[in-house]
């Protein structure tokens, strides 16, 4: 290899790396979900005292497999809110909000799924059918179908829960909010399900 052939690499290179683009632009923030409810710091649960629980990440459709929030609009049609986009999937946030609310409304333990191995307890499951938009109706949706299994039994008891929080304007940050009110309540409902 002669010294120009040497020489033509390195800028053959820096010439593309202004045409090669890794992905889209990200959005100057990302959503995620805070709990209404807050855990307190340092305090100790047992599962000798309390009642355990296992929350599995819920199943979702295609469209809630990735980051962004669809919106749906004329029955069949989705589209995505423009510049909205979760720091981690919708499953793992909302199976996350569900944990912490579990424990500061009933008390449980929740345990992950590794840990449920020692002492299963109850086990929480179920689909995040909706996380999103209903742009006919300008609303945030959150519609999960759960099934729990309350203990040693293998009865399953199944129960849909929704949010419908209305919406001003289809742009991220107000979808953010109305999204993180309508998944508070879902959760709050669940537990409460969960707890009697």
Known sequence: MNKRSVLCVPLAALALSGCVSFGAKPPGSLLRLEPAVTLP?????HSN?????????????????ASRVPVHSGGTAVAFVKDAQWV???????ARLLGDTITARTGRLVLSTR???????AYLMGELRAFGVDSDRSEAVVTYDAALIRGPETVVEKRRFEARVPLTEIAAAPVGTALN?????????VADWVGR
Do not use: C, K, Y
Not at 41 to 45: A, D, K, L, P, R
Not at 115 to 121: I, N, R, V
């Open 41 to 45: 710091v340092g305090e100790s649960q």
């Open 115 to 121: 840990q449920s191995m020692l002492d299963p307890g």
């Open 88 to 94: 981690e999937r919708p499953s793992q946030l909302f």
């Open 181 to 189: 009110q309508a998944a508070n309540q879902v959760a709050a409902e």
């Open 49 to 65: 005292v309390a009642a355990t629980i296992t929350v599995a990440v819920p199943s979702v459709p295609q469209e809630l497999a």
